[in-house]
């Protein structure tokens, strides 16, 4: 099946620092590729939905300028985190559309930001 | 009210039991459905995926559409403790935005 690979799988970044995560669709082109966040026994909040070179479209009361997502090729996207700070700490998770497949979702990143 | 409905469990169970889990909602524009399993610090992993109404076999998984009543259902048969984790529901529309339910927390008692 498709397979969407992520990394780092986690990371701890100090305060202020950025962080790039990577999304990579292995078998199949991702023209969409969509970015996630999860806290602690919640479910997935869709942060934004990035299209293969076309800027990224955010979800209302997400900071465009502090999640910075580049979509430059059919099989990678990446988030970046800008000026990190702890509240930024929770797991993102990126998910590609595979056709008739549906929906497959990188193995996610858990951020902690010290 | 949200638009899609996920009760959040726990839910325990004896291992070889049949496991029902269930989602409502409320847009009638959705047409595409799918399960996911997510275990802890993982990625959801896709199960099943519909489209429109009808039924789905896989295994040890069944989906149930239902539009008529916006109801959908993910049935496991033969549960195993390997199955437990959060069972979430999506679906979408012709916006291909996923919208999720709030997950179901499976518990298989061996």
């Known amino acids: 099946g498709a397979v969407v690979s992520q990394h780092p799988s986690w990371v701890i970044c100090k305060s202020g620092t950025s962080v790039k995560i990577e999304c990579r669709s292995l078998?199949?082109?991702?023209?969409?590729m969509f970015w996630y966040r999860q806290f602690p026994k919640q479910s997935l909040m869709l942060m934004a939905t990035s299209n293969e070179g076309s800027k990224a479209t955010y979800e209302q009361g997400v900071e465009k300028d502090k999640f910075l997502i580049n979509h430059a090729s059919l099989t990678l996207s990446t988030l970046t985190v800008t000026s990190a700070h702890p509240e930024d700490s929770s797991f993102y998770i990126c998910?590609?559309?595979?056709?008739?497949?549906?929906?497959?979702f990188g193995s996610g990143t858990r951020l902690t930001v010290v | 009210q949200k638009e899609v409905e996920q009760d959040p469990g726990p839910l325990s169970v004896p291992e070889g039991a049949i496991v029902s889990l269930n989602c409502t909602y409320s847009?009638?524009?959705?047409?595409?459905f799918m399960w996911y399993r997510q275990y802890s610090r993982k990625g959801p992993e896709l199960l099943m995926y519909t489209y429109s109404s009808g039924n789905k076999e896989d295994g040890r998984f069944t989906a149930q559409v239902d539009k008529s009543s916006k109801y959908i259902s993910l049935f496991i048969r033969d549960s195993q403790p390997s199955d437990s984790a959060t069972y979430l529901c999506a679906m979408t529309g012709s916006s291909y935005k996923l919208i999720f339910g709030s997950g179901t927390r499976l518990l298989v008692r061996p």
């Open positions: 998910s590609g559309a595979a056709g008739g497949d549906g929906y497959t």
């Open positions: 078998d199949f082109q991702a023209t969409t």
């Open positions: 847009n009638s524009a959705f047409q595409y």
